[in-house]
């Protein structure tokens, strides 16, 4: 049990353009999944906290009209880059809770290159 | 301030010897949990173990164990009998902040294991 799909796991997409990543509970429902970043070498930084059917809780230093978060049901998150640049590239990965407290399961990411 | 410390940026090894990677955690809260997770390269990360703040237990699963030691807030991770398939990044985290579920990674640890 408790298996997070993320989807897509790779993404190319051209400077300036919007790409969406969703992040799926399959055996189990989830008020609150997060999203990470990690740039290459480094560690995973938390961007943001998804609550299902409210907004989401961003970090300090996250610009939420970039990163578009929408938790619409319990088993689903996206994850919106909008307008997408260079620097933006990195790996993206969902977490969410099955207990509501501290049973993370990880989604297995996602690679966007943005050129 | 929540923070987690690996100190160990790289550890190379050779099959069969064990190593001990380290973590150290700071923290204000009393209660909070602690996690390993692995991070082969294909990037995904892995589930190893979580501990709660109350529960000082040493942990064993065959080849890994766990030493956490609140006096020293630390919580290192022993691989016995390394194998080239424990080749990977491994990350220490905490999570505190109650039912929001906040997770802060240490910067990770690489692990190789030459045959």
């Known amino acids: 049990g408790a298996v997070v799909s993320q989807h897509p796991s790779w993404v190319i997409c051209k400077s300036g353009t919007s790409v969406k990543i969703e992040c799926r509970s399959l055996d189990f429902q989830a008020t609150t999944m997060f999203w990470y970043r990690q740039f290459p070498k480094q560690s995973l930084m938390l961007m943001a906290t998804?609550?299902?059917?409210?907004?989401?809780?961003?970090e300090q230093g996250v610009e939420k009209d970039k990163f578009l978060i929408n938790h619409a049901s319990l088993t689903l998150s996206t994850l919106t880059v909008t307008s997408a640049h260079p620097e933006d590239s990195s790996f993206y990965i969902c977490s969410a809770s099955l207990d509501g407290n501290y049973g993370y399961t990880f989604g297995s990411g996602t690679r966007l290159t943005v050129v | 301030a929540q923070k987690v410390t690996q100190a160990q940026t790289e550890i190379s090894v050779v099959e069969k010897e064990d190593v001990t990677l380290d973590c150290v955690y700071e923290t204000r809260d009393t209660t909070y949990y602690l996690f390993w997770y692995k991070q082969p390269p294909s990037g995904e990360l892995v589930f190893l173990i979580r501990?709660?703040?109350?529960?000082?237990q040493n942990e064993i699963s065959g080849r890994y164990s766990w030493n956490f030691q609140k006096s020293t807030s630390s919580f290192n991770f022993t691989i016995t009998a390394s194998q080239v398939v424990d080749s990977a990044v491994y990350f220490c985290a905490l999570g505190y902040g109650g039912s929001q579920g906040n997770l802060i990674f240490g910067k990770g640890t690489k692990l190789s294991v030459k045959p």
């Open positions: 998804s609550n299902e059917g409210s907004k989401a809780t961003y």
């Open positions: 501990r709660n703040s109350f529960d000082e």
